[in-house]
């Protein structure tokens, strides 16, 4: 009965054209992908943490190979624009308990003739103890975890123009 269920579902999606997000941007970005971040020179180690997150959603979302600049039919460049953590929550005694991370990243993406530039962010939220500072290793992650959602922000905003016929 399941199987039939979703046989039905799949034949329903098919027959209505629908394309997942990544086909629409890959339309607008090509085959081959080349990333580049530029350095921080405030938090270098934000930028390691970006570079990381970029390469793994090239690869993953956009379904492209990622290759060097040379080679490449479009070549992304991220810089961190800013990085800023601010506090959501507190406990009854005053100390807070939830931060939200930002990061806005700009965006240059260069395809043959074509140069545009896009402007993204990302946040995420995390917990800590009352009292306590915020330790490297939630900080690395909660930079990583804004950053992949400043990345799909982009990744949103290719696929709206590949399915608007935007392409290369």
Do not use: W
């Amino acid at each position: 009965m399941k199987l039939v269920l979703a046989l039905a579902l799949a034949l329903m999606i098919s027959g209505c054209g629908y394309a997942p997000a990544s086909h629409y941007a890959k339309n607008v970005v090509g085959e081959s992908v080349s990333t580049e971040v530029v350095i921080s020179m405030e938090d270098p180690q934000n930028t390691v943490i970006i570079k990381d997150a970029v390469d793994i959603a090239v690869i993953t979302k956009f379904r492209t190979a990622l290759v060097g600049k040379e080679s490449s039919k479009t070549h992304l460049k991220f810089s961190i624009t800013s990085v800023g953590f601010s506090p959501l929550r507190y406990d009854t005694n005053g100390y807070v308990i939830t931060y939200r991370t930002t990061v806005s990243m700009g965006v240059g993406r260069t395809s043959l003739n074509t140069n545009e530039n896009y402007h993204v962010s990302g946040m995420y939220d995390f917990d800590i103890k009352p009292n306590a500072i915020i330790s490297d290793q939630a900080r690395f992650e909660a930079i990583r975890q804004a950053s992949q959602k400043g990345i799909d922000n982009f990744i949103a905003q290719v696929a709206a123009q590949g399915s608007r016929g935007e392409s290369k």
